[in-house]
């Protein structure tokens, strides 16, 4: 392999039109303060047709001295790296026209390569903000933009067809989406985003989802959605036919929240007393209350170990059941939190149906207003503990979604926001042929 086709190969020099200097082809200057590398190199070959006015060459198009250009390439070593291309000129005798010779490393009239370019747009499907990417690339925000644009099509809602299942949930959008909430709709059986809705308010929702055809509408035969009242009779007027299912996950976390409510409000009552026993076990509160929120079933009843605040040795269980007999009203709520948990793992839908509607007493307001709820949503609930569909899915992608606002430095701009989301989910394709 020749020294010129090494170098050719390193910097994914493809073009052989592309003809490398011989001697000194590469040299190391100093630009804008930053050390960096630059290859040189000419661009000549025999046009086989005037690009100005397309008449074929017959030794009719002549060489008419060199164009200097200097394009950006992918750095080398760390460094940023030049190409300082000498690109031939040529004059075309039939139309008296000049033109410049064309490559496939650098597009006309651009300063970085393709190269760069394809790198920026697949670093777009990375979590990293649009200024790292600018800056890692050496190139403006407006150029990653643009490179953007130019590489992705922006998504574009067909309103020809909806997944059978869905799962819809809603996150906290940009400061200039309409609405401070916007709504994201996945297909749950391909693991996908569907949509991302602006603003989830009703009026929104409705004329979204009508612009789908009514049969579309019809099939869809479940939709996972939070326990947030109005969305359950909204989208069951949109989907009629569909089940609908409270996630699991909200479940559980309406009677986890209740139960750390009261855990909290006993625990003032503790500090609050001048009593040096209840000063201990607020202490004792203070320091276990995870445990309290562990699944009953895990807790260890068999591995004992020494407890400070017991002078003790305690296990996890025999810890539990202290903290609880401190307080009736905090033992109630925490089997009630802990009954919830357990029939909702282990799928119980008649027991949980049953559960809700049994008196109860000592619990707090929340509690109750936790357990109404259920009362109201009782046939998405049952339909939660016998589908397999939840939101998990939502959830994660909504996670990520947190996450690429906050490397984004806050989008302004919902929908540059969104395609950002697309990108990332890797939902929409590079266009090859740019
Ligand atoms: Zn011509």
């Given at each position: 392999m020749s020294h010129t086709h090494s170098i050719r190969t390193l910097l994914g020099?493809?073009?052989?039109?592309i003809i490398i200097q011989k001697e000194n082809c590469l040299k190391e200057e100093v630009a804008n303060g930053l050390h960096c590398h630059v290859l040189s190199a000419t661009l000549t070959y025999t046009p086989?047709?005037?690009?100005?006015?397309g008449c074929v060459n017959q030794k009719s198009i002549v060489k008419n001295g060199l164009k200097t250009t200097r394009p950006l390439l992918l750095d080398t070593a760390g460094y940023p790296t030049y190409l300082n291309l000498k690109k031939q000129r040529f004059l075309c005798r039939e139309c008296g026209k000049t033109f410049i010779a064309e490559t496939s490393v650098v597009k006309k009239?651009?300063?970085?390569s393709e190269d760069v370019k394809r790198s920026i747009a697949v670093n777009g499907?990375?979590?990293?903000?649009e200024k790292d990417i600018a800056q890692i690339h050496r190139v403006s925000n407006h150029t990653v933009k643009r490179v953007f644009e130019s590489f992705y099509d922006t998504f574009r809602q067909t309103y020809q067809f909806l997944p059978d299942n869905l799962a819809i949930d809603e996150f906290k959008s940009v400061?200039?989406?309409?609405?401070?909430m916007s709504l994201i709709i996945c297909d749950s059986d391909q693991k996908k985003i569907f949509d991302i809705l602006e603003d989830r308010r009703n009026k929104s929702i409705i004329d979204y989802f009508m612009r789908f055809p009514k049969e579309q509408r019809a099939k869809v035969k479940t939709v996972v959605v939070d326990l947030y009242g109005p969305y359950q009779s909204l989208f069951q007027a949109i989907f009629p036919n569909a089940d609908l299912i409270i996630d699991r996950f909200h479940i559980v976390t309406q009677v986890n929240r209740a139960f750390n409510i009261a855990r909290i409000s006993f625990m003032n009552t503790l500090k609050k007393s001048s009593d040096l026993k209840d000063k201990r076990d607020y202490t004792k509160l203070k320091r276990y209350w995870k445990l309290l929120l562990k699944r009953e079933e895990d807790l260890s009843a068999t591995e004992y170990s020494y407890q400070t605040l017991f002078k003790d040795s305690k296990t996890e269980r025999g810890i539990v059941q202290y903290l609880l007999s401190l307080d009736e009203g905090l033992k109630q709520n925490y089997d009630v939190y802990q009954t919830i948990l357990f029939m909702t793992n282990y799928r119980k839908p008649e027991l949980f149906t049953a559960y809700i509607h049994e008196k109860k007493n000592h619990l707090t307001a929340k509690m109750e207003q936790a357990l109404k709820t259920f009362r109201k949503s009782e046939t998405a609930i049952v339909n939660a503990l016998t589908?397999?569909?939840?939101n998990g899915l939502v959830e994660g992608i909504n996670n990520k979604i947190k996450v690429i606002k906050r490397t984004a430095y806050g989008y302004r701009n919902f929908y540059n926001f969104r395609n950002r989301i697309f990108i990332e989910y890797k939902l929409l394709d590079i266009k090859t042929a740019a």
């Open positions: 020099i493809k073009d052989e039109h086989k047709a005037c690009v100005r006015c009239r651009c300063h970085i499907t990375r979590n990293m903000s400061k200039n989406a309409a609405g401070a589908y397999q569909y939840s």
